[in-house]
């Protein structure tokens, strides 16, 4: 587990009136109106038939205009409509925030915290800084916690105000007090990685607990939907492999499960069952694909089957008995999901009689052959001690093993464990990294996705923004993803060097999270001065970090290269062979450039020894001018070839009589 960088937080602090992410003087509207092509015209056009904006100082309370009993009777019924739709397996955003637009427009608390965000980022409503301006001011008069965590937004991101990272801080805490989970993520990050506030483990686990709490508590059996990060830079490094699952791949699946391929069928159900990569959740596909797989005799497939009717759903009816039926079928036959849904079964008192022992047996049968439920569930019994004896240190042990697979829960445990010191040294950072990693695996996580496909269709400033709002929240991948837009010139924000500050501030806060890509953006950009000062010392120690910490084989590289040259420490041609040597053993994608760079090296190196021994003035300049030597030589060379090709081609013409 990582604990936030030090020297990575005070370099964020040193360099905070230059990142465009803390307190300036110019006016970011202007800078809005810079970055976004056509933000200038849609919100004149859509200024021009609103009321003036209501001005973000507060007002006496007897400004504030009552909503009448009409209205706020029409406000409840708009969005109780948009609540069931969004509530829906299959949500219908689109419908379900058209709604919330107009109960917002009639003064509805709850539908104007959703459509004021939605507003400023674009999401399934016009872009519209202005209109999201005044709904949360407004939200702001009444004491909104919603209200409260949208302002501090536009003061963190400078959008609609002009950046103000201290106003930012005091908006989060009052939403963070009156409950809002995003605002308590915010300052949970913050206070982990001392983002402008003195950093505070202890602070940050408190904001956490509550963010995983809720988060925990709403994992069902099917654990929610599959969420995949989509990372640009891997993306772009990997020549366009993207985060959604592959239709042809998707189509391959489905033909094969209709020739009868049982493996194909289950792997469709439970991209069906999970959702995400692309793939809306879908119950009655989920189900139609395992009742293929179990007609064949697959017990696996009758274990999910049987999970699917234990949770029930929108689309299928939750029963016990036909759950209990197939939990029987595929236990028989020695499943060991099988084996843990009976053990739930007993566990809860569903369709049977209540019984920890047996509950605890099928646990313990499915746990042993690798069952990721199993595992938990068989830790959540030592760690209360229902059916066995309390075990801290056994419930422990199963967490650890469910947590290999990434279930959510066993997070959530491990983390309780951790922050109370339970058969275990009490370990407040070990705690926040696993709360976060809970708290990152919320429903809004899905944003990434939608962030990811306006990414693709080229709509590159809406990326951007929605990037932006998950970075303010804390994750890694959402701050990368930021970075990459700007640094790519995707998207512009106000001038070219204030985009390139801001890239770079995204950049170090994803190096502080341990992403060793972001710690060699950040080296390159001290390097070439990009949004700062050029300072090859402090690329060096960047370089340095992510190869000590990170192993990277780029920044081994570039060391190997500075060193070379003697920019920004000792000019060594020995620390640069082994730092060359040590990027080709990393990686073997360096093995070519790293030789190419080692042959210079040995050129260089032997250069320089015949000037000492020979001490002759043309063989310094040819050390000044070796890479214009080399050029020559090798464009004599390629004309060279050229000609014995051209040669070899006519040799059968001028041999024939």
Not at 227 to 240: K, Y
């Amino acid at each position: 587990v990582r604990q936030p960088e030090e020297e990575t937080s005070q370099i964020v602090q040193d360099h905070a009136s230059s990142t465009g992410l803390v307190d300036e003087g110019d006016d970011t509207q202007a800078g809005m109106e810079a970055f976004s092509p056509e933000y200038n015209q849609e919100n004149k056009d859509n200024e021009a038939n609103q009321p003036p904006p209501v001005t973000a100082a507060w007002p006496e309370e007897e400004n504030l205009v009552p909503v009448s009993e009409e209205d706020e009777k029409r406000g409840r019924q708009l969005y109780t409509l948009a609540e069931e739709l969004l509530n829906k397996s299959r949500p219908s955003y689109k419908e379900a925030f058209q709604y919330l637009s107009e109960a917002a427009n009639l003064r509805h608390e709850k539908s104007m915290e959703l459509a004021a965000i939605a507003h400023l980022v674009g999401d399934y409503l016009p872009r519209n800084v202005s209109k999201a301006k005044e709904h949360l001011t407004y939200l702001g008069r009444l004491g909104s916690p919603g209200g409260q965590f949208g302002l501090g937004l536009m003061h963190a991101a400078g959008l609609g105000f002009n950046s103000s990272q201290s106003k930012a801080v005091v908006y989060y805490t009052f939403a963070a007090l009156g409950g809002n989970l995003f605002a308590k993520m915010a300052l949970g990050y913050r206070y982990w990685s001392g983002q402008s506030v003195e950093q505070s483990c202890e602070t940050a686990l408190l904001h956490y607990q509550d963010v995983a709490e809720e988060v925990a508590s709403k994992v069902t059996w099917a654990a929610g939907d599959s969420i995949h990060r989509a990372r640009l830079l891997d993306e772009a490094d990997q020549g366009g492999a993207g985060g959604e699952l592959d239709e042809d791949l998707v189509q391959f699946y489905q033909y094969r499960a209709t020739k009868g391929d049982t493996h194909s069928q289950v792997v469709l159900g439970q991209l069906y069952y999970q959702g995400g990569r692309g793939i809306e959740r879908d119950f009655q596909a989920a189900l139609h694909y395992f009742q293929m797989a179990s007609s064949s005799g697959m017990a696996n497939a009758d274990a999910f089957i049987g999970q699917i009717y234990a949770e029930g759903s929108e689309t299928i009816p939750q029963d016990n008995q036909t759950a209990l039926k197939f939990f029987n079928k595929a236990a028989r036959k020695g499943s060991p999901p099988g084996k843990s849904g009976l053990g739930m079964l007993y566990l809860l008192g569903q369709g049977v009689e209540q019984n920890d022992q047996k509950a605890f047996t099928n646990f313990k049968f499915a746990a042993e052959r690798g069952w990721t439920e199993a595992q938990l569930q068989l830790g959540i019994m030592y760690y209360k001690g229902r059916g066995v004896p309390r075990n801290y240190k056994e419930a422990m042990v199963y967490f650890s093993q469910a947590s290999q697979s990434g279930h959510l829960l066993a997070y959530y445990n491990l983390a309780t464990i951790h922050s109370k010191g339970l058969g275990v040294v009490r370990s407040c950072h070990t705690a926040v990294e696993l709360l976060k990693n809970v708290a990152e695996r919320g429903k809004w996580g899905r944003k990434f996705m939608e962030a990811y496909g306006f990414y693709k269709a080229q709509q590159y400033d809406v990326a951007f923004l929605r990037y932006s709002v998950l970075a303010e929240l804390g994750y890694e991948v959402a701050q990368s993803n930021s970075a990459f837009i700007l640094d790519k010139g995707l998207a512009r924000f106000g001038s070219v060097n204030t985009t390139w500050q801001r890239a770079m501030a995204h950049w170090t806060r994803a190096a502080a999270q341990g992403q060793s890509a972001a710690r060699v953006r950040v080296g390159d950009y001290y390097y070439y001065g990009l949004g700062t000062d050029m300072d090859m010392e402090s690329a060096a120690l960047h370089y340095r970090m992510a190869s000590e910490q990170q192993h990277s084989a780029q920044a081994m590289f570039n060391l190997g290269y500075m060193h070379e040259l003697g920019l920004g420490m000792k000019k060594d041609a020995h620390l640069a062979k082994r730092m060359y040597d040590q990027a080709a053993e990393v990686s073997a994608d360096a093995y070519v450039p790293v030789m190419l760079a080692l042959a210079k090296l040995q050129a260089v190196v032997f250069l320089s020894w015949a000037v000492r021994l020979t001490d002759q003035w043309f063989v310094s300049v040819l050390l000044e001018v070796w890479d214009v030597v080399v050029i020559i030589f090798l464009a004599v060379v390629l004309c060279v070839l050229v000609c014995l090709r051209r040669y070899f081609r006519t040799l059968p013409q001028r041999q024939a009589p």
